[in-house]
């Protein structure tokens, strides 16, 4: 049985049977013969649809979001958000798709030659459950509106949220079987990429899940998609509007209760200026409000689970028996749920836990610097490379630090987010490949050379 739990109550909200072989293969055949039709499809015809979902999840958005927060307990807020933030995407896709799949023409020996787009058929999604929507929906635009169809095996603590996926593109009219879930675990995942009636695989979550996906996907020769852990660096310079950075800071840190690819988890501080901004980044921080994600004054809801409370508790502990200086925070919230403090350790070295790590939950790390040239080795310091904030008045050279910086994403004076009109990924240890954008729309497609002679003399 696969489990829904409320994190927030340790309630258990329901069971769902795991799918068998049978049903498994039922629902490929199903969706590979729903592709199929999708695919022929002109990219004209496939657009109302995609807006059709969009109108779909704003029309069910307060049930949606309640799923969402209880499933994985962020507070309600963000949940919503999080349900507009997926509709906003298909409405894009829907408006750029023809405009990202159109051919590219090229000049050539040919009479006429050029680059087409074409569907690659069944694309496997193995999603997790920090965003239980948004992670999925971000990738399902691209996919669909290039012809393809999804199958999506969700995290398994949030079943309900991959059933009530699987009924909005129902509701919204899509042809039955082009976007379904498995029920299954993790130990199907293997059996589904070997399919012949799978094409490829979009994963987001751990670098050592990822290693495996991509071992697999790789013998099976099928294109993969990576999207993987981060330990991204929220980088201060003594030049920059530090109350600025520091509010900012806490959002980019807290938000998602730090359950987060792309929270900023390391705050590396220049030294002239560490004692302002940990000054005001403590003051905000400890103005956060931890409690049940359905009361209007939560800003930190549960953790998703109490063994990853444990797990980031852990991490906390270990860092200040290695020198770190706790600020605020550090425990466990007494009483039922997998609450946790809102966390800020100062003076933490690189060599520290909570910097080697990636940390999945409301804890920061800070770590003061000499100098510009230090920020940008202790940032580029660790095996992940998803993304990175910088913080300073010199536009001049921010743009030539963005180059130092080993990520896939540097947002100067502001929070690294995703966003569909940007290509969103990472590098080295954080994956390969990327979503959103006109390259997440490529990276679903067979990218076609079409020559036509004769050819010129």
């Not at 049977?17 to 498994?24: K, N």
């Not at 569909?420 to 990472?426: A, C």
Request: aromatic share 8%.
């Amino acid at each position: 049985m696969i489990s829904s739990i409320n994190p927030a109550t340790d309630q258990l909200l329901a069971e769902f049977a795991v799918h068998t072989e049978q049903q498994i293969d039922r629902q490929l055949a199903q969706a590979a013969k729903a592709q199929k039709s999708w695919a022929q499809l002109d990219v004209q015809a496939r657009r109302p649809h995609l807006n059709k979902v969009a109108a779909t999840l704003r029309q069910q958005k307060e049930a949606l979001a309640r799923i969402i927060s209880l499933e994985m307990g962020k507070p309600l807020s963000e949940a919503l958000g999080e349900v507009e933030k997926c509709a906003w995407n298909f409405d894009f896709y829907a408006e750029q798709g023809p405009v990202f799949l159109a051919d590219q023409v090229v000049a050539s020996a040919a009479t006429d030659s050029r680059i087409v787009y074409d569907p690659l058929g069944l694309v496997l999604a193995v999603m997790p459950w920090n965003y239980p929507f948004w992670q999925v929906m971000r990738a399902a635009a691209p996919v669909l509106i290039g012809g393809n169809g999804m199958v999506l095996k969700h995290a398994s603590n949030v079943p309900q949220c991959a059933m009530a996926l699987e009924q909005v593109f129902k509701d919204a009219g899509l042809p039955e079987g082009l976007f379904c879930t498995m029920m299954v675990g993790a130990s199907a995942v293997p059996r589904l990429i070997q399919d012949d009636r799978i094409a490829a695989v979009t994963f987001t979550g751990s670098t050592p899940v990822g290693r495996s996906i991509a071992s697999v996907a790789g013998q099976a020769l099928k294109k993969q998609v990576l999207e993987l852990g981060g330990s991204d660096p929220f980088i201060v310079l003594a030049d920059a509007d530090i109350e600025a950075a520091a509010a900012v800071g806490v959002k980019a840190r807290f938000q998602n209760t730090g359950q987060s690819c792309i929270s900023s988890k390391r705050f590396i501080v220049e030294e002239s200026v560490a004692g302002r901004f940990v000054d005001a980044f403590v003051a905000i921080t400890q103005k956060l409000v931890v409690g049940d994600p359905f009361a209007p004054a939560s800003t930190i809801g549960s953790m998703a689970r109490r063994n990853l409370r444990d797990e980031l508790h852990a991490q906390v502990v270990a860092s200040v028996g290695e020198g770190a200086k706790l600020l605020t925070g550090g425990n466990p919230m007494e009483g039922p749920g997998a609450f946790y403090q809102p966390t800020v350790l100062d003076h933490v070295s690189p060599a520290m836990t909570v910097a080697r790590e990636e940390t999945f939950g409301p804890a920061a790390a800070i770590i003061r610097v000499k100098s510009v040239d230090e920020a940008i080795t202790v940032a580029n310091g660790t095996p992940f490379g998803l993304g990175a904030s910088l913080w300073t008045r010199d536009m001049d050279r921010a743009r030539l630090l963005t180059h130092q910086i080993d990520c896939g994403a540097v947002f100067v004076n502001g929070m690294v987010a995703s966003d569909p009109r940007l290509p969103f990924g990472g590098t080295k240890q954080s994956g390969y490949g990327r979503e959103l954008g006109y390259l997440g729309l490529h990276e679903f497609t067979n990218i076609k050379t079409v020559w036509t002679g004769p050819a010129k003399t």
